[in-house]
């Protein structure tokens, strides 16, 4: 009888959970959210595929449903640190042109810090709360924008209830700008966190787009609140 190499079952090979030692100096929960990315699939998936972060595969699940990125869209990444949904942006509306007979889009991104460069992107240090972000944006986008989208979070205190006001918060003002900046037809999309005081969010965006949806995609933590909403035919 063939003995079965360590480390696999009779049907195959067996996924193997990584235990992280507690260290000292360490807290609990640093040490858990360390054993939590070093098990998660697609942290392990962006990593094989290039990407910045594993948030990467959640704009990826929402414009697979919704089709925003098209080839010569104009795309706006607010909070866009570490860089992946601009890495997907570039691609998607063929920022590079790669896609040859397509016409090429623009991607740009801006965040209270600079930002390793992405190959087709442009990115800036910019508070986008300032006075005068959304005229900025317009002058480094050469017009107005098809897509504004946001994945920004604030700063966890802990405290469940204020970090969900917290999170809203930046959407309402991510939204704000993106009434600003644009195009008439354009798409918003945003995270939030389920708790209540979105759907305050929820009626400011139906007043302003035809259609007004939430989604969770599969690369959003089960055990996470986590969801984003996407308006669609913003009527300028």
């Known amino acids: 009888m063939t003995k079965k190499p360590a480390g696999t079952s009779g049907r195959g090979e067996r996924a193997l959970k990584v235990k992280v030692k507690s260290a000292r100096g360490r807290k609990l929960s640093s040490t858990l959210w360390l054993e939590r990315q070093l098990n998660d699939p697609y942290v392990k998936r962006a990593k094989a595929e290039g990407y910045r972060g594993r948030a990467a595969f959640k704009i990826l699940e929402i414009d697979d449903k919704y ?9 706006v990444d607010l909070g866009c640190a570490p860089g992946g949904w601009l890495q997907v942006a570039v691609a998607r ?10 016409p090429r889009g623009t991607v740009l991104g801006v965040d209270l810090k600079q930002v390793e460069p ?16 959304d005229e900025q944006v317009k002058a480094w986008l050469g017009g107005k924008a098809d897509v504004v989208m946001s994945d920004m979070a604030a700063a966890s205190s802990g405290h469940k209830q204020t970090d969900h ?26 995270k939030v966190l389920a ?5 305050d969010l929820q009626k400011l ?11 969770k995609p599969g690369a959003s933590r089960a055990d996470s609140s986590e969801k984003f909403v996407v308006a669609t035919g913003f009527r300028g």
Do not use: C, Q, S, Y
């Not at 006001?165 to 945003?190: C, H, K, Q, S």
């Not at 708790?195 to 759907?199: H, K, L, R």
């Open 93 to 102: 509306v063929n920022a590079l042109g790669d896609m040859p007979g397509k």
């Open 195 to 199: 708790g209540g005081a979105e759907g």
């Open 205 to 215: 965006l139906k007043n302003r787009f035809a259609k007004v949806a939430n989604i």
């Open 67 to 75: 089709g925003f990125f098209k080839p010569g869209a104009r795309v």
């Open 118 to 133: 992405v190959a087709g992107a442009e990115a800036h240090a910019l508070d986008f709360m300032a006075d005068d972000a």
């Open 165 to 190: 006001l917290r999170i809203i918060a930046l959407g309402e003002a991510a939204a704000w700008l993106a009434f600003d900046v644009l195009d008439e037809g354009g798409t918003f999309v945003a």
